[in-house]
């Protein structure tokens, strides 16, 4: 017997939520609660999380996949762009993954984790996450590259999320999975 899962959906944008929530295949999601959010905003991103947590009494997964590129080439991207980047890809995966952690360590469960897709789980040293974060700007760019020559698509994440999600992939935690199409790093 499958077990369907209860989700939070999160983006910034109210019309993206609700077109991402009608696509989900009927039948496979227990309940759907969608948050408007900006990810760069700590306030906002507490009151999600809180919020998710009144809804579903705790939260098992985490999977961080908001994430802006810019059209710009890294040598002249202007600073007000790459500091909107940042602070998307970088330190929103870092303020929902130190909310969601303390709500874990709180309820003390082993079989408990955090998956972040693409992003990683704090404490991890500034310098590998901003690193993860050009590994994924390069791979926009070059997306041509790639054997399957796209962008990965909702689905594409899902299934991944899925397979995380399974009890024999426990041990598969605090890493970064990238669903990428084959493309070259």
Request: with cysteine; charged share 30%; proline share 2%.
């Given at each position: 017997?499958?077990?369907?899962?209860?989700?939070?959906?999160?983006?910034?944008?109210?019309?993206?939520?609700?077109?991402?929530?009608?696509?989900?295949?009927?039948?496979?999601?227990?309940?759907?609660?969608?948050?408007?959010?900006?990810?760069?905003?700590?306030?906002?991103?507490?009151?999600?999380?809180?919020?998710?947590l009144d809804a579903f009494n705790g939260i098992d997964y985490l999977v961080n996949c908001a994430g802006i590129?810019?059209?710009?080439?890294?040598?002249?991207?202007?600073e007000?762009?790459?500091?909107?980047?940042?602070?998307?890809?970088?330190?929103?995966?870092?303020?929902?993954?130190?909310?969601?952690a303390k709500e874990m360590i709180q309820r003390k469960t082993e079989k408990k984790r955090q998956r972040s897709l693409p992003g990683l789980p704090s404490p991890w040293p500034a310098a590998q996450i901003a690193t993860v974060t050009f590994e994924e700007y390069r791979q926009k760019i070059f997306i041509g590259l790639t054997p399957l020559g796209r962008m990965a698509k909702p689905e594409d994440v899902a299934r991944a999320v899925a397979f995380l999600a399974l009890d024999g992939a426990e041990f598969i935690t605090g890493t970064t999975l990238n669903v990428s199409g084959g493309g070259m790093h």
């Open positions: 017997m499958k077990r369907k899962a209860s989700v939070a959906m999160v983006d910034v944008c109210a019309i993206d939520l609700a077109r991402f929530k009608e696509k989900l295949p009927a039948g496979t999601v227990a309940v759907v609660r969608t948050y408007q959010v900006d990810v760069r905003d700590s306030r906002q991103v507490v009151d999600c999380v809180r919020s998710a590129s810019s059209s710009h080439l890294i040598v002249d991207i202007p007000d762009e790459r500091d909107k980047v940042f602070a998307i890809n970088i330190e929103g995966v870092f303020l929902f993954s130190r909310e969601v």
